[in-house]
Every structure is written in structure tokens, then in C-alpha cells.
């Protein structure tokens, strides 16, 4: 894992100068951590507000050491802190053994934990004879780690849509913050009308923090906008909530609508992120012998399934790079688009781009 990686380092730097016309940050580093180094690493990557910090980096280390008792102090410390931050944790970390890498700060790092043995589990999974099939997974295994690589020098570059999906990450989860100070401080009342009203789980009587708790995932907009109005109101200016739930919660309409805009900003970062990196690993790696062994024999497909795989982020940059060329990364990552112009890429095409660009 690290001679390798170490030895395709420079190369892929220059390929992804060569495709996106943008220089790799000559401190960029590589780092391999461990499995604990990992899920604390996934912590710094959760874009908490300054006051939540601590306790964010607290939250993630007792996990990584499931250690029951710490949990149970920061429980107790901060519950409005820990149920919009466990939410995170747990999504995080259910996906550390398919997650091969991440960017943070000027390094790259490779989780070390799921690709040093990758290739004795893909080889056992495949079963005997292991002598026939050794090679050609260790070929494969090189094109995960190629494949890694481009997509986190590509997110290197990446510094304004990096900052503008941190900012508006942070404004999100204050906002969540907000929202569950809210539910935390609800009279009895008007808790067990809203749990009643909502039909959510019947929890004992003597254990109140946990309708709070129930509340506040159902209500957190993260779950109850998106599941109530559908993926499209990442486009949408305005939202209504049920008027019974107003009533009882006369705050949650507004709160509702400030989360609109970070949270299409977030969306529209992120997936222009992503998109421009797996555009890039379609691109620079679509001759490479090591990163087709990787889509047959580490994950069942070929690169015609590949190249035509369904990704908002990088169908826009596909369309923009037809028209601009390696232009189309300064644009989308100066110009970032809308939630909108994600979904329909034409609206952006349709945008004075104009940066004294040639093409404009």
C-alpha cells in the first residue's frame, strides 16, 4: 500500500495537472492511519460549528474506542450537541470499510485499515484456485489505488468549492443546533401532541430524553424536508410544513426555510466535487490495464458501465468540458454551480462564465 502509492504519486500529480490545467499543491502530502486514525480523521471532516469542535472531536474518539461510558458523559454534557452530531458519526463510520480514501487540509489519506487487506478479501471471495486469479487482483488492487489517488489530488484542487461546502456545512448543522435546543426545551404538552400527531415509536414514560431524541430525528430537516418533499427541494425557494406541526412548533417553518440555502449550497458543492473527480478517474484512467482489472474483478463491471454510471456532478462537468475544454474545472470551481444548474446543466452553459477566458 505505501511503496505503491508512494511510487504513483508524482505521476498521477502530473496527469491531473496535465487534465485540469491545475497545479497540485507542491506541500500535498500522503498519510496511511489506522483504522482509529481513520474515524478521527472522519470526525475533522464533520464541518461542526467553533463551539461544537470539542465536543465533535470528543464524540468521535469515544466512538472510535466504543467506549459506552464516554458516550454516556457527552450524552449528559451536551444533548443537544450530541443528537446533531450523532447522526454523523454514525453514517460516517458505517461507511469506513468502503470509503478508500479522503482529502483534508493539503494531504491525502489512504484508509489503511480496508486497503491492506482488500486483496486477500477479494481473492478468498473469489475462492481457489488463488495462484490463477493472484495477479490479476493485484492489478486490480493498483487501479483502486490509482483510481484513490486521482480523485483525492483532483479534491486537492478544489479550494473554493472545499470552502464553500465547509461554510455552508456549518451553517446547516447551526441551524440543526438551533433546532434541537428547540425540541429539547419543548413543554410536556406539547411534546407528547407532536410525538402523538407524528405516530412515532412509544417509548417508556420515565425515559422522556428519548421522544426528545425521536423528535428531533424526524424533525431534523435533513430527514423530515427531503423525506416529506422529495430529492427536488434541493431546488426549491420556499417550503410549507404541515400547519398542526406549525402550531405546536411556531419556529420550525423558519428554521425550515434558512436551512434551504446552505443546504442546496452544501448539495451543489459536493456533488460538483465529486463529479469533477470521478470525470477525471473516467478520463486519466481509461487506458489503464490496472484500473480495468479494478472494475471487473474488485467491483463486477467494466468501463462501458462505468463511463455511463448516473452522476449530476458529472454530467455538468461533462457538458462544460465539451464546450471549454480543461477551462470548464476554473469555471465550475470558481463559478460553482447552482442546485439547479446541476440538474439541468444547460442553465449553466447558458451563464456569462466570462473570466477573460477565450471562449467567452
Request: net charge negative.
Amino acid at each position: 500500500l505505501e511503496s505503491f502509492s508512494k511510487e504513483i504519486f508524482p505521476d498521477i500529480s502530473k496527469k491531473v495537472e496535465e487534465f485540469t490545467g491545475f497545479s497540485v499543491k507542491p506541500n500535498l502530502r500522503v498519510e496511511f492511519p489506522d483504522l482509529k486514525g481513520f474515524k478521527l480523521l472522519k470526525g475533522k471532516k464533520v464541518f461542526a460549528t467553533k463551539q461544537s469542535r470539542d465536543f465533535v472531536d470528543e464524540l468521535f474518539s469515544a466512538v472510535a474506542d466504543l467506549d459506552i461510558k464516554e458516550i454516556a458523559k457527552l450524552i449528559e454534557k451536551d444533548t443537544e450537541k450530541f443528537l446533531v452530531y450523532s447522526t454523523y458519526a454514525k453514517s460516517y463510520i458505517s461507511k469506513i470499510s468502503t470509503t478508500y480514501g479522503d482529502y483534508l487540509d493539503s494531504c491525502v489519506y489512504l484508509n489503511k485499515f480496508i486497503l491492506s487487506s482488500y486483496p486477500k478479501i477479494i481473492l478468498y471471495k473469489q475462492g481457489q484456485p488463488y495462484d490463477l486469479r493472484k495477479e490479476q487482483v493485484e492489478s486490480g488492487y493498483k487501479g483502486a489505488l490509482k483510481m484513490t489517488m486521482v480523485e483525492e489530488i483532483v479534491h486537492s484542487t478544489q479550494d473554493n468549492l472545499q470552502e464553500d461546502n465547509k461554510n455552508a456545512a456549518i451553517n446547516v448543522n447551526s441551524i440543526n443546533e438551533e433546532l434541537a435546543k428547540i425540541i429539547i426545551n419543548l413543554e410536556e404538552d406539547a411534546t407528547k401532541n407532536l410525538y402523538d400527531y407524528l405516530q412515532l415509536q412509544t417509548v417508556p414514560d420515565n425515559f422522556p430524553i428519548a421522544k426528545r431524541a425521536n423528535l428531533f430525528f424526524m424533525l431534523n430537516p435533513d430527514n423530515f424536508v427531503v423525506n416529506e418533499l422529495g430529492p427536488d427541494v434541493m431546488t426549491y425557494s420556499h417550503v410549507e410544513i404541515d400547519p398542526k406541526i406549525s402550531e405546536i412548533v411556531p419556529e420550525l417553518s423558519e428554521i425550515y426555510q434558512r436551512w434551504l440555502l446552505p443546504i442546496q449550497t452544501h448539495h451543489a458543492a459536493f456533488s460538483t466535487m465529486e463529479g469533477i473527480a470521478e470525470f477525471a478517474v473516467q478520463n486519466i484512467l481509461q487506458n489503464d490495464d490496472d484500473f480495468q482489472n479494478y472494475l471487473t474483478t474488485f467491483m463486477g463491471t467494466d468501463f462501458s458501465s462505468y463511463k455511463v454510471r448516473k452522476n449530476m456532478g458529472k454530467e455538468l462537468t461533462e457538458k462544460v468540458f465539451n464546450k471549454f475544454g480543461k477551462d470548464a474545472f476554473r469555471f465550475l470551481i470558481e463559478k460553482p454551480p447552482s442546485t439547479r444548474e446541476l440538474k439541468e446543466p444547460d442553465l449553466y452553459l447558458k451563464r456569462d462564465l466570462s473570466t477573460g477566458s477565450k471562449h467567452m
